[in-house]
């Protein structure tokens, strides 16, 4: 049986405790010759297809938090005035110890203008980026939640 945690307002500051199995997570997408195309990174463990993700910051709101890990993962430099809240997804994050802890990710969508991704960021050599349609996105990640939440986008 998982544990059930209150759900945490989007856009709510997060101060300790933190519950162990939330993380915030960055949907960003651009328009790209008329269509919407979505980014997706690899993850640094697997290499399988992910969307920037993390553990929530004290002191940042969870858009905040989302576009944090936005830039370190992916070289995205937006506005978090600009995320909205878009849904939640459940997956099992590894641990270092072999195990796994199932975790809920709040999901923030951004839209991405031209020259909010850098090219250099702090984890450029740890992880390949793709822009794909948010269709072809559904088919590359694992977590049935975040499928859904792909094809309705």
Aim: hydrophobic share 40%; aromatic share 8%; glycine share 6%.
């Amino acid at each position: 049986m998982s544990q059930v945690f209150p759900q945490t307002a989007p856009g709510a500051v997060i101060f300790p405790p933190i519950p162990p199995n939330m993380q915030v997570a960055a949907l960003c997408w651009r328009k790209h010759k008329g269509r919407k195309e979505v980014l997706l990174i690899t993850s640094r463990d697997t290499g399988r297809w992910v969307v920037p993700k993390g553990w929530p910051i004290t002191g940042l709101t969870a858009a905040q938090s989302a576009l944090q890990e936005a830039w370190e993962e992916a070289g995205v430099l937006a506005d978090a005035d600009k995320a909205r809240y878009v849904g939640r997804f459940a997956y099992d994050k590894g641990l270092t110890s072999g195990t796994a802890l199932p975790v809920e990710a709040d999901l923030f969508k951004i839209r991405l203008r031209k020259g909010e991704m850098k090219d250099t960021f702090p984890e450029v050599r740890e992880r390949r980026r793709i822009w794909v349609t948010p269709r072809k996105a559904a088919k590359l990640v694992d977590e049935p939640d975040l499928q859904e939440i792909l094809r309705k986008f």
